[in-house]
């Protein structure tokens, strides 16, 4: 028996080692001794990008054809605030939490596998008494006892693999640490070496040439909609705010319009900072009250729909006059077809990159959308397009590139569901997601000069990034 007790002991001899080193090293190691911030429970040392970010994000590569495909993610104009090393800070910053997070991780499993080690000392120290009391002979069934006694003790062998795993987390976890320090420290003095007043130089420069690149890829379909961007929480439930799609990039300006149908007020704010502080306005009154919510500003002027016609006036905010209004021929109003939400939305005003557009529906499109592209001098009808969709099951739509989206709803889990092409005059069903944050959407436009989609959501006034699929020739093709 003698050789089995001397087994027995060394195993025994090991476990009391790691058990001393596991209740005095490894707390240390992990932070059992100290603090650790409880930030959520994730093993992940990724770094993510923020979907709030707001910058352009191109990404290409060559098709089978020899075309260059590219995507282009377009924010909306001055919702950025942070130059490149900024971003890459607050990037850095994320990851240090994911370390953290990582540590606390490995406190709790650390701390797990230390309670169980510690519940067999009391185990041990009996099989080691007995050890030394059996004299060098044990019974049968002493014998067998001590080997069910081991038979308990097995599954440290596995807590001690984790630990070993654990021991070198930390090292790299480490190691990582002093690497993030050493960058954090290195933006730090080098964002010290600017003044307020710089950055915000480098900013609008580096906002400047993104929107430059952006107006050079030119039109594209749309394949995403960005998580939505929350600008103001103002008015009622029901609205519509816009910025002036023909302005030149520092023309910020911002225009409230509160209700859906008899309002006359429209408010109009210096920037979009004004906007989100409520302050620097001024006020216009409009001398007819206006119906619906699809309203646009359109090279320094507000087109709308006249309350209880279908008469399209265009206001002009210099000169605080109605420059000309004219009836738009068949067309529905007074909720005779609005969208799905009602609210007297009869007629919709938009604007993309080529002009003026009027989406509504008539008695002889058996309330079928219908699209027409519109003069903004004389108001005339230019074209009009039958899409087939009922603007009854519409939630809202915009128009992008020429193409008109449809929403299937304006309650919460929304998609853009449709899509109209007037350059061919096809039609195709989409699954493109749009995040309803606030479940009940009124007023949905986009706007081509910022790439960005301007939403009224349940009183606030919300901004969409959009991606666009471009394919652009490579030199030499035809």
Not at 47 to 70: H, M, N, R, V
Not at 190 to 210: P, S
Not at 269 to 279: A, P, V
Not at 392 to 407: D, H, K, N, P
Request: one cysteine or more; proline letters at 4%.
């Amino acid at each position: 028996m003698s050789v089995p007790l001397l087994k027995i002991g060394a195993v025994l001899s090991t476990m009391a080692m790691v058990t001393n080193w596991m209740s005095q090293t490894l707390p240390s190691l992990v932070g059992l001794n100290g603090t650790v911030s409880r930030a959520g429970a994730s093993e992940k040392i990724t770094l993510f990008q923020s979907p709030e970010e707001g910058w352009q994000l191109y990404t290409s590569a060559q098709a089978p054809d020899g075309k260059c495909i590219c995507t282009a993610v377009i924010p909306a104009q001055s919702t950025c605030s942070r130059d490149g090393r900024s971003r890459e800070l607050r990037q850095l910053m994320e990851k240090v939490q994911n370390v953290s997070q990582s540590m606390e991780v490995l406190e709790l499993r650390t701390y797990r596998d230390l309670q169980y080690v510690r519940s067999m000392e009391t185990l041990m120290r009996s099989l080691d008494a007995r050890l030394r009391a059996a004299d060098g002979s044990l019974s049968a069934k002493s014998f067998q006892e001590l080997k069910d006694r081991m038979t308990e003790l097995l599954p440290l062998s596995s807590v001690l693999e984790q630990y070993k795993a654990d021991t070198r987390t930390i090292v790299r976890l480490r190691e990582e640490v002093r690497n993030l320090s050493g960058s954090l420290a290195t933006i730090q003095e080098e964002m010290g070496a600017y003044g307020y007043e710089d950055l915000q130089q480098r900013v609008m420069a580096l906002e400047a040439r993104l929107h430059a690149c952006a107006q050079k890829l030119g039109c594209g379909k749309l394949t995403g909609v960005s998580n939505p961007i929350t600008i103001r929480a103002m008015g009622s439930r029901f609205g519509s705010w816009m910025t002036d799609t023909m302005a030149p990039s520092a023309d910020s300006r911002v225009w409230y319009m509160d209700g859906y149908y008899k309002g006359r007020r429209v408010l109009e704010f210096r920037t979009l900072g004004d906007f989100i502080k409520g302050q620097n306005f001024i006020q216009h009154l409009l001398p007819q009250p206006w119906a619906g919510t699809g309203h646009v500003v359109y090279n320094g002027s507000l087109f709308y729909n006249k309350y209880q016609s279908n008469v399209v006036v265009k206001y002009h905010f210099r000169s605080r006059s109605v420059l000309v209004q004219r009836s738009l021929p068949g067309a529905g109003y007074n909720n005779t077809f609005p969208y799905s939400w009602g609210g007297f939305s009869d007629m919709d005003f938009m604007v993309d990159e080529s002009g003026l557009w009027a989406v509504y529906t008539t008695n002889q499109n058996a309330g079928n959308i219908v699209v027409s592209r519109l003069d903004p001098h004389t108001l005339e009808v230019v074209r009009s397009w039958d899409t087939g969709y009922p603007k009854r099951s519409a939630g809202e739509a915009f128009m992008i590139c020429g193409v008109l989206y449809v929403t299937n709803s304006h309650l919460a889990g929304a998609k853009v569901y449709f899509a109209y092409f007037t350059n061919t005059s096809s039609y195709e069903y989409t699954d493109v997601p749009f995040h309803n944050q606030y479940s009940h959407i009124s007023m949905l436009d986009y706007n081509p000069r910022e790439r960005a989609l301007y939403t009224w959501n349940n009183g606030h006034q919300v901004l969409y990034n959009v991606t666009l699929f471009h394919v652009i020739s490579t030199a030499g093709d035809p």
